[in-house]
């Protein structure tokens, strides 16, 4: 079994992003840019070139400087968030476990535990065995992490991304129950003197509310976010609570599943590494240093059908 990290979660970042910074290259591009998550849902298996695609920022078009496409290099920060069912959570492993082994050589994973932490559990390798054998070895057990987890997460993929050449992607597995979280989002603060206090009727406001202002804070991530939940619950709080989580994936570009039994499992992962596999990154020049920017993309290919893109229609520009 992999070691757990023995220390806090802000030191094993910073570590983890030291390990890549030593065998990653260093890149950097003067001016204002953007990165942009882009990938395809065509069937097509054509690589694109950066004089392929057309982007405009802010109605005006703007430069494509360069663009990773799906043959390059790839880190994948796994993320297991499991408190829950044992027949789901060893299903969701084995798919897993599956998916790792099919990967190309060019592709590092990270284990990443969502609770507690996060906590590493192996850092970025092409050892298929070692990711394989300490996701079995994970426990599942604790309280839901995904939220307490993400904006930790994000921090981790930006710097990562910052210090490399590679594509990066997080791909959260979770199946959370928005009952089962430290914060307790069943039971809103209620204005005792007010009998026409919203929250009583709408009790699902104050997970909503939370899922609205993640949903601002992802807006500035420039790595998508991809989400395989193993088991989709039907109660007005955990809807409002999915609906939240499928806006997170949809914000970054990344994409999302919500499996209803465990036979849909193996699926939504197959189908969660196809979209992060078939992932573009395109750098892309900007004029001045704009707080937001609207965003649209296409390629230029005359392929028929049309190629359908899918990419961050809104993105916050961090200041630096």
Same mark, same amino acid.
């Given at each position: 079994?992999?070691?757990?990290?023995?220390?806090?979660?802000?030191?094993?970042?910073?570590?983890?992003?030291?390990?890549?910074?030593?065998?990653?290259?260093?890149?950097?591009?003067?001016?204002?840019?953007?990165?942009?998550?882009?990938?395809?849902?065509?069937?097509?298996?054509?690589?694109?070139?950066?004089?392929?695609?057309?982007?405009?920022?802010?109605?005006?078009?703007?430069?494509?400087?360069?663009?990773?496409?799906?043959?390059?290099?790839?880190?994948?920060?796994?993320?297991?968030?499991?408190?829950?069912?044992?027949? /789901?959570?060893?299903?969701?492993? !084995? %798919? $897993? #476990?599956?998916? @790792?082994? &099919?990967?190309?050589?060019?592709?590092?994973?990270? =284990?990443?535990?969502?609770?507690?932490?996060?906590?590493?559990?192996?850092?970025?390798?092409?050892?298929?065995?070692?990711?394989?054998?300490?996701?079995?070895?994970?426990?599942?057990?604790?309280?839901?992490?995904?939220? /307490?987890?993400?904006?930790?997460? !994000? %921090? $981790? #993929?930006?710097? @990562?991304? &910052?210090?490399?050449?590679?594509?990066?992607?997080? =791909?959260?597995?979770?199946?959370?129950?928005?009952?089962?979280?430290?914060?307790?989002?069943?039971?809103?603060?209620?204005?005792?003197?007010?009998?026409?206090?919203?929250?009583?009727?709408?009790?699902?406001?104050?997970?909503?509310?939370?899922?609205?202002?993640?949903?601002? #804070?992802?807006?500035?991530?420039?790595?998508?976010?991809?989400?395989?939940?193993?088991?989709?619950?039907?109660?007005?709080?955990?809807?409002?609570?999915?609906?939240?989580?499928?806006?997170?994936?949809?914000?970054?570009?990344?994409?999302?599943?919500?499996?209803?039994?465990?036979?849909?499992?193996?699926?939504?992962?197959?189908?969660?590494?196809?979209?992060?596999?078939?992932?573009?990154?395109?750098?892309?020049?900007?004029?001045?240093?704009?707080?937001?920017?609207?965003?649209?993309?296409?390629?230029?290919?005359?392929?028929?059908?049309?190629?359908?893109?899918?990419?961050?229609?809104?993105?916050?520009?961090?200041?630096?």
């Amino acid at each position: 079994m992999i070691p757990r990290r023995q220390y806090g979660w802000p030191r094993a970042a910073a570590a983890l992003v030291a390990v890549i910074a030593c065998w990653a290259a260093i890149s950097s591009a003067s001016g204002a840019v953007i990165h942009l998550a882009v990938r395809s849902q065509s069937e097509q298996q054509r690589i694109f070139l950066p004089a392929d695609f057309a982007v405009k920022v802010n109605g005006k078009a703007a430069p494509v400087l360069s663009a990773k496409n799906p043959r390059d290099s790839q880190m994948i920060l796994l993320v297991l968030d499991l408190a829950g069912d044992m027949t /789901d959570a060893q299903a969701a492993k !084995d %798919a $897993l #476990a599956a998916a @790792i082994e &099919k990967l190309p050589a060019s592709t590092f994973v990270a =284990l990443i535990r969502a609770q507690d932490g996060p906590t590493v559990l192996v850092d970025p390798t092409a050892d298929r065995n070692a990711i394989i054998q300490a996701m079995q070895a994970s426990a599942v057990t604790g309280k839901a992490g995904l939220l /307490d987890s993400l904006p930790s997460m !994000d %921090a $981790l #993929a930006e710097s @990562i991304a &910052k210090v490399s050449n590679l594509r990066i992607a997080t =791909l959260y597995v979770t199946d959370s129950d928005v009952r089962n979280y430290r914060e307790d989002f069943a039971n809103p603060v209620i204005n005792s003197s007010d009998p026409h206090d919203l929250s009583r009727r709408f009790p699902e406001a104050l997970i909503e509310d939370k899922m609205d202002k993640m949903e601002k #804070a992802v807006a500035a991530r420039e790595t998508p976010l991809f989400i395989v939940h193993l088991r989709y619950r039907t109660s007005k709080l955990n809807a409002a609570y999915q609906s939240g989580l499928k806006r997170l994936a949809e914000t970054t570009a990344g994409w999302s599943a919500f499996c209803a039994s465990p036979a849909e499992i193996p699926a939504a992962i197959e189908q969660a590494f196809a979209a992060i596999s078939s992932q573009y990154v395109l750098t892309v020049g900007l004029p001045g240093r704009p707080a937001a920017v609207q965003i649209h993309v296409e390629t230029r290919a005359a392929i028929e059908p049309p190629v359908e893109l899918v990419y961050p229609a809104r993105l916050l520009i961090k200041q630096r």
